[in-house]
C-alpha cells in the first residue's frame, strides 16, 4: 500500500506521480527526495532546444529594424499607437515556445524536485513577460541565472541574477544612469527607432529597490530611500551588450556565450556611497559586487529566504523552529542552498504537516499531466488553461512574483476554473485510465479520504471518476 | 448553463452535517435590504497622479514636472480643465463628461497611512485597512460587509480569478471571471461538493460562493479587458438579489520609464479606465444612481520625472470617487504645492489627505456601516481620522 510518506514525497516535493513512480517513491521517500538535490550535468532536452540568450537578443535588434522599416512607410502617429504590440506579436511565438518547455520537462523530468526548486527561485527573483518589452526573457533568465544555482551558493545566484539582461531589462537597469556620468553629459547617439522613446538622462531606482526588499535583506531590514538611491547609484552602469545591427553583433560577439553583462564605465556614477552604513568606495563594477556580497550574507537575508522556502514546501504559516533551522544554515554555510534544502529535507516537520498548500495552477496542471499521462495539451490549450486559472508561466504581476499562500487561491472562482478543467480532462483521459478508483488507490493510497474513496467508486463514468480525482482535496493540495 | 434553484441550493448544503458553519447558514432573505452598491477599483503599480490629475495651475507645475508636464488646456493633448488648479489627463475624457454631471470627485494629495513606497506594503496598507503592513489579514471591504444585513449569502464580489487582501474575511463573499472553459454539470458538481462537504470546509465554502455567483452571471464570453469586467462588475450589482458590493483590479501602473508615450502603458490604463467607468455605467442602468465607485492606488508617483522619463515610488497621489450617488463636480484637496520646499523628503508630493477618511465617509454616509463599527472593526488604528463629510449626493 502506498504510504501518507510516500504521498508527501511526491506531492509536497515534486510534481505527483504515476502510479509506477508511487511504487519506487514508496521504497524510501525520503531518499527519493534527496537523490535528487545534487546540480545537473545537462540541461533537459526541451529546454536544451531552446534560443540561446544571444538570440533572445538578436530577435530583439531583427524587430526593431523590421520596426523601422515600417515606420518609414506608415504614418507615425499611426506606428506609436502600436510599437508595443508589434513587439509582443513578434516576440510571442517565443514565449509560447517556453512555456511549453518548462511544462514539458516538469511533466516528464526523473528530477522533479530539483525541478519544483527551479520554479520557487525563478518565483523569487522574477523576471515577469507581463510588462511588454521583457515578455521573451524569462526563459533564458531561469536557464542562465537560476537553474545553475539552485543547490548552490545563494551569493553566486544574486550576481548571476543582477547581472543577466533579463532582469536588467525589466527592472529599468539599462536605463539608469549616473547623474554625474559622462553619458550623462554627452549622451550617445541612439538608433532612430528608439526615436519615439527618450534618451534616459539620470537613475533609475527600480532595481535596486527591488533587490532589497524583493531578493535580499526583506522590507524591514531597516533601510530607508537614502539607501535605495545610493544602491541605484552603484549599480548605474551595470548594462548589457547593446549591439546595433544584428549582423555585426554575431560577428563581434560569437564565442562569448550567454554572457552579455557589460560595465559601462561612462554611465557609472563616480563616487563613493553608503548603504546600510556601511560605505563603498568610488570604483567600478566591483562596487556593486561588494554590496551583493554584503546582502547575500546578511542576517536578515537567511531569516527572509528560509520563511520563504519553508513556506513554499510546508505551510503558507511556517512552523517558526523549522525557520530559524534553515537560516541557521544558511549562515553557518555562507548561503548554501543545497544545505539549505538538504536540512528541509531532514526536518520532521514537512514529513508532519497536513498538506494545507493548495498547489498553484501551473503546477496543479503540471501534477495532472504527470500523474494521468496526459491529456495531451497543445501550447494554445496550455496557455489557455493556465490563463483562466490566472497563472500565465512567466507572467506574475510584479516583480514579488506569484503569491504562495491559499488565501490568495483559494477563491471562488479558482476552485470552480479547476473543477471545469478537471471535468474537460476527465473526459480526455477516460480512454486510457479505465478504472478510477484503482488509479486513485495506487497513486494515493493511505492518503485518500474515505469520501474520495467513495465518490470515485460510486462514479457514474471513468470520466466522471477522474474528473472526481482531480478535483479532490488530495490532488488539489500538498 | 445549469439553472441553481433553491431546491438544489438545499441538495448542495444538505450533503454534510457542514452546513451549520457553510456560509449559505446566513441564507435569509435577498440583499433588497439596502439600495447602495459600491464598486473599489485597486490600482496596482502605483498611479502617477500627478499624470491622472495634473494640478496645472500650481505655478511650479511645469518646471516641477519638467519633460512629463501636460500642455495647458486648449493646445494639442492638453490638460482637460476641472478647475483653476486641477484638470484630467487628456486620455480621461469621459470621466471629464462625469464631472460636469457632477458624478466625479477627484481626490488628490492623498495617501493610506504608509510612506514607505514599497509596491506591496503599500497594497497590503491600502487593503487591510489598518496603518501598518500586515497588520490584519482580512481587508477593510470584508470588514464593512459584517455590519451589513445579512442578505443571501453574497454580499460581496470580486472580478478576478484570485482572491486579494481586501475582500478576505469572514463576510461571506464571492468571486467570478470569464471563462472560455465548459461548464461543469450540476452532478459532477454535486458530487465534488460532498466530498468537500466531508474533507476540505475552505474547498467547500469556496465552491458554494462560486455557484451563487454563476447561478447570477450573464455574459461569460465578454472577454477579460478592463471594460469587460466592468461591464460584468455592473451585472452583478444591478442584480436585485446580487451582491452589494463588488471589487475590480487593474495593474501595470507602475510607470518607471516613458510613461508620457501615447498609447504607452499609462496612456493605455487610463484610457481604459474611461471606457470602463462608462461601461459600468450602462450595465448598471437604473442603480447608477445609488452607486458609488472608489478608484484608489497604494501611492503616488515622485513628482520630478526620473532618469529614465518616468517616475519612481512617491507618496501623495491621486484618488476618484464617482457614480450616480457621488457628490462631485468638485476636487477634494488640501493642496500642499509642488515647490520643492513643500514635496515630502523633497520628492513627493506631500499627502494631505488619508484615504481612510475617504473610505470612512464612503461607508458611512453611503453604505451606513454604524460609526462604533467603522472605528473599532473596519479600521481599528485609526483614532483620529474622522470620515470625510459631503461625500455622497443627498437624495
Given at each position: 500500500m502506498i504510504t501518507q510518506q510516500a504521498v508527501i514525497a511526491a506531492q509536497r516535493f515534486g510534481f505527483g506521480a504515476t502510479p509506477a513512480e508511487m511504487v519506487q517513491i514508496n521504497a524510501d521517500p525520503r531518499g527519493w527526495v534527496k537523490a535528487q538535490l545534487a546540480a545537473e550535468t545537462a540541461l533537459p532536452k526541451p529546454l536544451a532546444a531552446l534560443p540561446s540568450t544571444m538570440d533572445d537578443q538578436l530577435a530583439f535588434f531583427r524587430w526593431l529594424s523590421q520596426y523601422g522599416n515600417q515606420a518609414k512607410s506608415a504614418e507615425a502617429s499611426a506606428m506609436a499607437t502600436s510599437v508595443e504590440q508589434s513587439y509582443v506579436r513578434a516576440l510571442y511565438p517565443r514565449y509560447q515556445r517556453a512555456v511549453q518547455a518548462r511544462f514539458d520537462t516538469a511533466v516528464t523530468t526523473p528530477t522533479p524536485v530539483f525541478e519544483r526548486l527551479v520554479h520557487f527561485w525563478s518565483n523569487h527573483f522574477v523576471v515577469s513577460g507581463v510588462k511588454p518589452i521583457a515578455i521573451a526573457l524569462p526563459p533564458s533568465f531561469e536557464r542562465d541565472a537560476i537553474r545553475p544555482y539552485v543547490t548552490g551558493k545563494f551569493s553566486d545566484m544574486l550576481h548571476a541574477v543582477v547581472k543577466h539582461p533579463a532582469m536588467l531589462i525589466y527592472l529599468d537597469n539599462t536605463q539608469s544612469i549616473g547623474a554625474h556620468s559622462k553619458w550623462a553629459k554627452n549622451p550617445p547617439r541612439r538608433p532612430r527607432q528608439l526615436a519615439a522613446f527618450p534618451a534616459p538622462t539620470g537613475l533609475n531606482e527600480n532595481l535596486a529597490r527591488e533587490i532589497l526588499?524583493?531578493?535580499?535583506?526583506?522590507?524591514?531590514?531597516?533601510?530607508d530611500q537614502t539607501d535605495v538611491t545610493s544602491f541605484a547609484n552603484i549599480i548605474t552602469g551595470w548594462q548589457m551588450i547593446t549591439p546595433r545591427q544584428p549582423a555585426r553583433f554575431a560577428a563581434l560577439y560569437v564565442g562569448v556565450g550567454d554572457d552579455l553583462f557589460y560595465f559601462n564605465a561612462a554611465a557609472h556614477e563616480p563616487g563613493a556611497q553608503t548603504v546600510m552604513r556601511k560605505t563603498y568606495p568610488a570604483g567600478g563594477v566591483e562596487q556593486g559586487e561588494a554590496v551583493l556580497n554584503d546582502l547575500a550574507r546578511h542576517r536578515a537575508t537567511a531569516t527572509f529566504l528560509a520563511t520563504k522556502l519553508a513556506r513554499h514546501f510546508?505551510?503558507?504559516?511556517?512552523p517558526g523552529e523549522l525557520v530559524e533551522r534553515l537560516a541557521t544554515v544558511f549562515r553557518d554555510t555562507d548561503g548554501d542552498l543545497g544545505a539549505v534544502t538538504l536540512a528541509l529535507v531532514d526536518s520532521p516537520q514537512p514529513w508532519a504537516q497536513p498538506q494545507s498548500k493548495l498547489k498553484q495552477p501551473e503546477e496543479f496542471l503540471i501534477s495532472a499531466v504527470r500523474t494521468f499521462g496526459g491529456p495531451q495539451l497543445a501550447p494554445r490549450q496550455l496557455l489557455a488553461s493556465l490563463n483562466e486559472m490566472g497563472q500565465r508561466p512567466y507572467m506574475p504581476l510584479g516583480p514579488d512574483g506569484w503569491a504562495d499562500q491559499q488565501d490568495y487561491w483559494l477563491s471562488p472562482d479558482g476552485i470552480y476554473k479547476r473543477i471545469e478543467w478537471a471535468q474537460l480532462a476527465g473526459r480526455g483521459l477516460a480512454g486510457s485510465i479505465p478504472e478510477p478508483d484503482q488509479f486513485a488507490d495506487a497513486v494515493f493510497g493511505d492518503a485518500l479520504s474515505a469520501a474520495t474513496r467513495t465518490a470515485i467508486a460510486r462514479a457514474e463514468s471513468p470520466a466522471q471518476g477522474i474528473a472526481l480525482l482531480l478535483a479532490a482535496p488530495e490532488f488539489m493540495r500538498r | 448553463m445549469a439553472a441553481f434553484n433553491r431546491r438544489t441550493f438545499v441538495k448542495l448544503v444538505g450533503a454534510s452535517a457542514a452546513v451549520a458553519t457553510a456560509p449559505s447558514a446566513r441564507i435569509a432573505f435577498a440583499n433588497a435590504a439596502i439600495d447602495a452598491r459600491l464598486l473599489v477599483v485597486v490600482l496596482r503599480g502605483g498611479m502617477d497622479g500627478l499624470a491622472a490629475v495634473p494640478a496645472y495651475g500650481d505655478p511650479q507645475y511645469v518646471t516641477a514636472r519638467a519633460g512629463i508636464a501636460l500642455p495647458p488646456p486648449g493646445e494639442a493633448g492638453g490638460v482637460l480643465p476641472l478647475d483653476g488648479t486641477f484638470g484630467l489627463n487628456p486620455s480621461l475624457t469621459e470621466f471629464a463628461a462625469l464631472y460636469a454631471q457632477g458624478a466625479l470627485l477627484p481626490i488628490h494629495a492623498a495617501c493610506v497611512p504608509y510612506h514607505g513606497r514599497s509596491h506591496f506594503e503599500a497594497q497590503n496598507v491600502l487593503e487591510n485597512g489598518s496603518a501598518v503592513p500586515y497588520f490584519l489579514k482580512s481587508g477593510w471591504m470584508n470588514r464593512a460587509l459584517t455590519a451589513l444585513p445579512a442578505g443571501n449569502g453574497d454580499l460581496g464580489i470580486t472580478i478576478a480569478q484570485t482572491m486579494p487582501v481586501i475582500m478576505r474575511g469572514d463576510a461571506p463573499v464571492t468571486s467570478w471571471y470569464p471563462s472560455v472553459l465548459p461548464q461543469p454539470d450540476t452532478d459532477t458538481l454535486e458530487r465534488i461538493a460532498a466530498i468537500y462537504a466531508a474533507a476540505d470546509t475552505k474547498l467547500h465554502t469556496a465552491l458554494v460562493h462560486a455557484r451563487n455567483a454563476h447561478a447570477m452571471a450573464t455574459d461569460s464570453q465578454d472577454g477579460a479587458q478592463f471594460p469587460s469586467l466592468m461591464r460584468a462588475a455592473g451585472g452583478f450589482l444591478a442584480n436585485?438579489?446580487?451582491?452589494?458590493v463588488a471589487l475590480i483590479e487593474s495593474s501595470?501602473?507602475?510607470?518607471?520609464?516613458?510613461?508620457?508615450?501615447?498609447?504607452g502603458a499609462l496612456d493605455r490604463n487610463l484610457r481604459a479606465l474611461d471606457a470602463g467607468a462608462i461601461a459600468l455605467r450602462n450595465a448598471l442602468g437604473a442603480q447608477w444612481q445609488h452607486t458609488v465607485v472608489l478608484v484608489m492606488t497604494e501611492f503616488g508617483r515622485t513628482v520630478a520625472m526620473n532618469g529614465t522619463s518616468g517616475t519612481d515610488h512617491g507618496t501623495g497621489g491621486a484618488a476618484f470617487l464617482f457614480g450616480g450617488a457621488v457628490a462631485g463636480g468638485r476636487v477634494l484637496a488640501d493642496w500642499p504645492g509642488l515647490a520643492s520646499g513643500n514635496l515630502l523628503d523633497r520628492r513627493d508630493l506631500k499627502p494631505t489627505i488619508d484615504l481612510r477618511g475617504v473610505m470612512k465617509g464612503v461607508l458611512a454616509?453611503?453604505?451606513?456601516?454604524?460609526d462604533g463599527h467603522i472605528e473599532t472593526i473596519v479600521f481599528p488604528d485609526s483614532t483620529g481620522i474622522r470620515p470625510v463629510p459631503d461625500l455622497i449626493r443627498a437624495v
Open positions: 526588499e524583493l531578493h535580499t535583506v526583506g522590507v524591514d531590514a531597516g533601510y510546508v505551510a503558507d504559516e511556517p | 436585485a438579489t446580487g451582491p452589494r501595470g501602473w507602475d510607470t518607471h520609464a516613458n510613461q508620457s508615450l501615447t498609447y454616509d453611503h453604505l451606513h456601516v454604524p
